[in-house]
């Protein structure tokens, strides 16, 4: 045909039209630029004698390791049957709204006659020519004797049904988990296993025909979703998340949020952003965390050797205002202002306390003092390895939350927006003993061949000591048994710790905490783009949460993290995961995790109050100034609080002055 003068018309049987199929296919997947897929598609299609030829090898090759049955199927499921439809399956859901298993007699002989001439044969656009293709292929059944004359008239009656034609859904819009199965999406496009670059892994998505197994447990994922629906509608001007995260592997085991259908309808609270997730992961700019942030701040001490029995005077107002502080670039490097500063504590207890008693009621002077006393560049630096993603807007850098934070004392009180599923990586981190694993999703690849490929790893490693998640754990153990988040504790004898976060004007609440088992998040927050949260309009709220009742569900809100997100979402959830788990417990710390170590105290009476500052500083002492009255001059360096030659706990030293 390819040198008759008559020109060439279609001769190949279903085996050669497969194996140029599975040419151009190939093409496609591996294909690393536009004009690169062209010229090697060109050349699957080339009318050339050496094509036909090569093309009859493979096919008579094929033959001999496939029947024709399997030969058919797998060219019905790979061949364009039009409208964006590759497969028989997908032609079938599309323009009949069925399966393939499921065509009738009509529907399959017009997908038949539909291969040869997908956009002259398409129902949707050309019903006419697309109802003649059909009954081309009915007359010839009818003529081999594989269907009787009155099948052939009854098929050739039926009218193509327009209204049943369903779009082809791309994408992960349309399944059961989406946000989950964008999220599969988004990790596997950073897969080596899948290609050297984005495209690649992209067309090996797409056209690779790949199996892809999840490790989320369906009946938790419905659990969570249920729970949080349950508090937070889609249509609701709140947004609401649940993220459970496996100590020591990073399996996300649920991800849940208040708008779990994914499209552009926002009248029926559908988004396209997963509200849990960083933003590289298809997540929106972040929340304030609130008081959650506390945790990363009690770890930073415990490394620098402060123990839970520090004790701070923690009134309330506490004026921060011309503090000069640590950061990263050295000593005393940052200074709170211009502005004044002077935190409150929302729940009393502003007195001199220690770590427990200031987690259990989350007293933000106490934590400020503690943060202060770890430095700025240790609590930073404690939440960037824990795993935390601050949020930014699409197509921005990504934030660095040291450098962005280590000069606002505030850090501590969780002003920084993240992601909801970096806090419970953050947490799980702790759950683990100090192992920070990040996220994963995806168990298993197998690849067309029956080829397992690699999968994403979790690059579990330690970045904290194991004393130091074990105090923190130990205080937060002590928040959810008697302080801001028994309203969430789990009933039974399973250990738990967590911690409470209301952020100000109560616009998020939070609860994050975790068992041995499994570290959760729940949140809830305004939508700060409806009604009332916007200012100056009308009906506009100024308490957040506070007493608000969420329109679609009835459900009243205290405005409180245990209360609300720990309470209503955080402990039912948990709950129900853990019936029939083991009741684990978490270690307890050493002594110098909870008291301290003893060290000798150096002589600096010889010293001003600057050198002697340095030097107790230097020795691990957090070293505080008081002036005292005294017919001294004025500036004099009186002593210190803790005597030179004696032994002492390595956490404060007050240097006194007139």
């Given at each position: 045909?390819?040198?008759?003068?008559?020109?060439?018309?279609?001769?190949?049987?279903?085996?050669?039209?497969?194996?140029?199929?599975?040419?151009?296919?190939?093409?496609?997947?591996?294909?690393?630029?536009?004009?690169?897929?062209?010229?090697?598609?060109?050349?699957?299609?080339?009318?050339?004698?050496?094509?036909?030829?090569?093309?009859?090898?493979?096919?008579?090759?094929?033959?001999?390791?496939?029947?024709?049955?399997?030969?058919?199927?797998?060219?019905?499921?790979?061949?364009?049957?039009?409208?964006?439809?590759?497969?028989?399956?997908?032609?079938?859901?599309?323009?009949?709204?069925t399966t393939a298993a499921k065509l009738t007699l009509p529907q399959a002989a017009m997908l038949a006659g539909l291969v040869q001439n997908p956009d002259a044969f398409n129902p949707v656009l050309h019903r006419e020519a697309a109802t003649d293709r059909r009954d081309v292929v009915v007359n010839r059944m009818a003529e081999l004797g594989l269907i009787t004359p009155a099948q052939m008239k009854s098929a050739k009656a039926q009218r193509f049904d327009a209204k049943a034609v369903k779009p082809i859904l791309k994408g992960c819009v349309g399944t059961r988990y989406p946000f989950l199965c964008d999220y599969v999406r988004r990790t596997l496009e950073q897969s080596p296993s899948l290609g050297?670059?984005?495209?690649?892994?992209?067309?090996?998505?797409?056209?690779?025909?790949?199996?892809?197994?999840?490790?989320?447990?369906?009946?938790?994922?419905?659990?969570?979703?249920?729970?949080?629906?349950?508090?937070?509608?889609?249509?609701?001007?709140?947004?609401?998340?649940?993220?459970?995260?496996?100590?020591?592997?990073?399996?996300?085991?649920?991800?849940?949020?208040?708008?779990?259908?994914?499209?552009?309808?926002?009248k029926k609270g559908e988004t396209y952003f997963n509200l849990s997730a960083p933003t590289e992961m298809g997540g929106i700019?972040?929340?304030?965390?609130?008081?959650?942030?506390?945790?990363?701040?009690?770890?930073?001490?415990?490394?620098?050797?402060?123990?839970?029995?520090?004790?701070?005077?923690?009134?309330?107002?506490?004026?921060?205002?011309?503090?000069?502080?640590?950061?990263?670039?050295?000593?005393?490097?940052?200074?709170?202002?211009?502005?004044?500063?002077?935190?409150?504590?929302?729940?009393?207890?502003?007195?001199?306390?220690?770590?427990?008693?200031a987690a259990e009621y989350s007293v933000n002077t106490y934590f400020?003092?503690?943060?202060?006393?770890?430095?700025?560049?240790?609590?930073?630096?404690?939440?960037?390895?824990?795993?935390?993603?601050?949020?930014?807007?699409l197509n921005k850098p990504s934030v660095n939350i040291v450098?962005?934070?280590?000069?606002?004392?505030?850090?501590?009180?969780?002003?920084?927006?993240?992601?909801?599923?970096?806090?419970?990586?953050?947490?799980?981190?702790?759950?683990?003993?100090?192992?920070?694993?990040?996220?994963?999703?995806?168990?298993?690849?197998?690849?067309?061949?029956?080829?397992?490929?690699?999968?994403?790893?979790?690059?579990?490693?330690?970045?904290?000591?194991?004393?130091?998640?074990?105090?923190?754990?130990?205080?937060?153990?002590?928040?959810?048994?008697?302080?801001?988040?028994?309203?969430?504790?789990?009933?039974?004898?399973?250990?738990?710790?967590?911690?409470?976060?209301?952020?100000?004007?109560?616009?998020?609440?939070?609860?994050?905490g975790y068992t041995p088992q499994v570290a959760g998040v729940s949140m809830i927050s305004i939508d700060n783009t409806r009604k009332p949260w916007l200012k100056n309009k009308s009906g506009f709220r100024s308490k957040g949460v506070e007493y608000y009742t969420v329109p679609s569900t009835k459900v009243f809100l205290q405005g409180s993290g245990g209360g609300d997100a720990g309470a209503k979402i955080w402990k039912p959830v948990m709950s129900e995961y853990l019936k029939g788990k083991d009741h684990t417990s978490f270690d307890d710390p050493p002594k110098k995790i909870k008291v301290g170590k003893k060290v000798t105290v150096p002589y600096v009476g010889n010293l001003g109050i600057s050198a002697a500052t340095k030097k107790l500083q230097k020795e691990g002492f957090d070293v505080s100034t008081q002036s005292v009255y005294s017919n001294r001059p004025k500036y004099t360096f009186l002593g210190w609080s803790a005597r030179a030659g004696s032994r002492g706990r390595c956490t404060s030293a007050g240097c006194c002055r007139r």
């Open positions: 045909n390819s040198t008759s003068v008559d020109g060439t018309q279609g001769g190949s049987s279903i085996t050669q039209q497969y194996v140029k199929m599975v040419q151009i296919e190939s093409c496609q997947t591996r294909g690393t630029s536009d004009a690169a897929v062209k010229k090697c598609v060109d050349e699957a299609r080339a009318p050339t004698v050496d094509r036909k030829v090569r093309e009859l090898r493979y096919a008579i090759a094929l033959e001999q390791r496939l029947t024709k049955d399997q030969i058919l199927s797998n060219y019905l499921n790979i061949a364009y049957y039009g409208d964006g439809s590759y497969g028989v399956e997908a032609a079938a859901r599309h323009y009949f709204n050297d670059n984005l495209r690649e892994r992209d067309n090996q998505l797409d056209r690779g025909g790949l199996q892809i197994y999840t490790a989320i447990d369906p009946k938790t994922q419905d659990m969570a979703q249920k729970k949080v629906s349950a508090v937070v509608g889609p249509t609701d001007p709140l947004i609401s998340t649940m993220n459970m995260i496996q100590p020591g592997t990073g399996l996300i085991v649920a991800s849940a949020q208040s708008r779990p259908v994914m499209g552009l309808n926002k700019q972040g929340y304030q965390a609130g008081s959650t942030f506390k945790a990363f701040t009690m770890a930073a001490a415990f490394e620098k050797g402060i123990p839970i029995s520090k004790k701070y005077n923690a009134k309330s107002p506490y004026d921060f205002t011309g503090r000069r502080f640590d950061t990263c670039r050295g000593n005393n490097t940052g200074k709170v202002g211009p502005d004044k500063y002077a935190p409150k504590n929302s729940v009393g207890h502003s007195k001199k306390i220690a770590m427990t008693e400020i003092q503690l943060e202060l006393g770890a430095g700025m560049c240790g609590v930073t630096k404690m939440a960037e390895k824990l795993g935390v993603k601050v949020g930014h807007p450098k962005t934070y280590q000069d606002s004392i505030s850090f501590t009180l969780g002003v920084a927006e993240v992601a909801p599923m970096s806090m419970a990586e953050a947490y799980a981190t702790f759950a683990s003993g100090g192992i920070h694993c990040s996220p994963i999703i995806v168990s298993k690849i197998v690849d067309r061949k029956g080829k397992q490929l690699d999968v994403p790893s979790a690059g579990c490693k330690r970045v904290i000591d194991k004393d130091v998640a074990d105090g923190v754990s130990k205080v937060l153990k002590s928040v959810i048994d008697k302080g801001t988040g028994k309203p969430a504790r789990v009933p039974g004898s399973f250990d738990q710790a967590g911690k409470t976060g209301t952020i100000n004007s109560n616009n998020a609440v939070w609860f994050a």
